[in-house]
């Protein structure tokens, strides 16, 4: 059985997202960013202080990589720049389902704007981070993606029964049947 990846820019939502859905399903939950965390004994925003995003990106390719054997149908969320190496939207659409979760500017700047702890938003005029990264991104993110899902006027509940239905359609060959 397939795994379900849900990716999108930083506050789109992907862990309660994914935390909820994985509850549902019955699924392991994978959130990418606490593994690896996990792993390095280091916190995201320390891991770029110290080593650079550079290492930090290699960290995710090593990370995605070793999923791949493991075929347990799990839910993963993954943090916002990981499906942006060619290389990575690769081995994420090995994986399984990927879920691409859009959510427009203003949603995304409310959401963030409380938290330091995300390195590449921790300077300067907030909007126009977002505004410039998710310009950069947007493709990608779609390129990645089987799905997309427009988030911002859907609850929780409403995003997961979306994908829930998705995922019983979907099938090996990266389709949703009808
Ligand atoms: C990043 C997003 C973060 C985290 C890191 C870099 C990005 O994850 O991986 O700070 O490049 O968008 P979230 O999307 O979970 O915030």
């Given at each position: 059985m397939d795994s379900i990846i849900l990716i999108g820019f930083m506050g789109s939502g992907k862990s309660s997202v994914g935390t909820l859905l994985a509850k549902e399903l019955r699924f392991r939950f994978i959130d990418t960013d606490r593994e690896i965390e996990k792993e390095n004994h280091r916190k995201i925003s320390k891991i770029f202080d110290e080593s650079g995003e550079e290492y930090f990106r290699n960290l995710e390719t090593g990370y995605i990589r070793n999923l791949i054997p493991l075929r347990q149908p799990s839910v993963i969320s993954t943090g916002g720049g990981l499906p942006l190496r060619e290389c990575n939207a690769g081995l994420l659409r090995e994986i399984g389902m990927v879920v691409y979760l859009k959510a427009e500017k203003d949603t995304i700047i409310n959401r963030v704007k409380k938290d330091k702890n995300r390195p590449l938003l921790r300077a300067g005029d907030l909007e126009k981070q977002v505004e410039d990264l998710l310009r950069l991104r947007e493709l990608h993110y779609k390129e990645c993606a089987h799905i997309e899902i427009s988030?911002?006027?859907?609850?929780l509940s409403d995003i997961v029964s979306e994908i829930i239905n998705k995922y019983k359609r979907w099938d090996a060959a990266g389709r949703i049947t009808s």
């Open positions: 988030t911002d006027n859907l609850s």
